[in-house]
């Protein structure tokens, strides 16, 4: 287990692209975030828009805001570059700790004071991680709103140790960088999965991740995701991804033969089950199906484990 670190200073942390509806959100509830008491908090901003579209957001969420907003450009495009550029800067400005939330999420107001609750009163955890849950910008069918891939509970119980985390609700010493030189991997630059594949290394290096449910932010579904082919398309990219994570850099083995072959037979069962799934009504049908996709996608991420372009594929269609 790590020595753990005082907190003094947070530094809350958010990356963004070309998605200044939903930024202009997520800073406003910052805003009416309930903050622990005397420690110093500050906001930062890496813009990965080498334009810097969300430049006049930022100014306009900083005039109206009590605490600092710092904002940055990463020209680098990538999600690796605009996280890391986010570590650095919170680094450089003496942060002894950090809070990273999404552009597309919205915090509720306690949010904030629970990540650091658990931190101070969970004795063995250094990493904290909470749930995101999904909202949505309008009306949409209920067998695509109540569809698995939009989170609206979790399983998870307070205090539970976790094996990684997510980038989208998560609170961690700066110490990870500083003293253990942990970094997100840039192999995963236009891909995602660099969150668990950072938070798995600093586990490793006696960083404990503790689950609080209370700490919760949630995630902004808009047109661009909550119809099928988004759906299926997050299915099979969470599968492949896990794969990637687990098999980077790997060499083939019996394990990992075996992995192919088990999730490529789950794969063939899934779809056999496909049409039977429609007797279940149509949001039983589309689950069904998403679950044959992210299959499909753990066994081709185990055969050809190359990186995915995130961006491109499913970000809202942002392309490089």
Same mark, same amino acid.
């Given at each position: ?75 680098? @495009? ?19 700790? !950090? ?118 932010? @949630? ?36 394990? @990992? ?31 069904? !199906? ?27 269609? !942002?392309?490089?």
């Amino acid at each position: 287990m790590h020595l753990k670190s005082e907190i003094k200073f947070i530094a809350i942390t958010c990356n963004t692209i070309s998605r200044t509806h939903m930024l202009e959100k997520c800073l406003d509830s910052l805003k009416h975030l309930k903050k622990p008491e005397n420690i110093r908090i500050e906001i930062i901003v890496a813009d990965n828009d080498i334009e810097g579209s969300a430049r006049q957001t930022v100014e306009k969420a900083a005039k109206n805001s009590t605490v600092k907003i710092h904002y940055f450009i990463e020209e680098k @495009r990538g999600l690796s570059f605009a996280r890391n550029r986010l570590l650095k800067e919170a680094v450089n400005l003496g942060a002894t700790h !950090i809070a990273i939330i999404d552009d597309d999420d919205i915090a509720d107001e306690n949010w904030l004071i629970n990540l650091v609750d658990m931190y101070n009163n969970h004795p063995e955890a250094s990493i904290i991680s909470g749930p995101e849950y999904a909202v949505f910008d309008a009306e949409y069918p209920k067998f695509l709103t109540q569809n698995n891939i939009f989170a609206q509970t979790t399983t998870k119980k307070k205090g539970e140790i976790r094996p990684t985390s997510s980038t989208h609700n998560s609170f961690f010493p700066t110490s990870i960088m500083t003293e253990e030189n942990i970094w997100f991997d840039p192999s995963f630059v236009f891909m995602g999965g660099e969150d668990g594949d950072f938070f798995s290394k600093a586990q490793t290096a006696g960083y404990v991740i503790a689950f609080n449910p209370d700490a919760i932010v @949630r995630e902004i579904n808009d047109k661009n995701r909550v119809n099928i082919n988004w759906i299926l398309n997050r299915n099979f990219y969470n599968g492949y991804s896990g794969s990637y994570l687990k098999f980077k850099n790997k060499k083939y083995s019996l394990s @990992r033969i075996f992995y192919i072959l088990k999730t490529f037979a789950i794969t063939l069962i899934d779809l056999i089950f496909v049409p039977l799934s429609l007797l279940g009504g149509l949001t039983f049908f589309l689950n069904t !199906i998403g679950l044959s996709c992210k299959n499909a996608g753990k066994c081709m991420g185990a055969i050809t484990p190359r990186p995915l372009d995130y961006y491109k594929n499913l970000n809202g269609g !942002i392309v490089k």
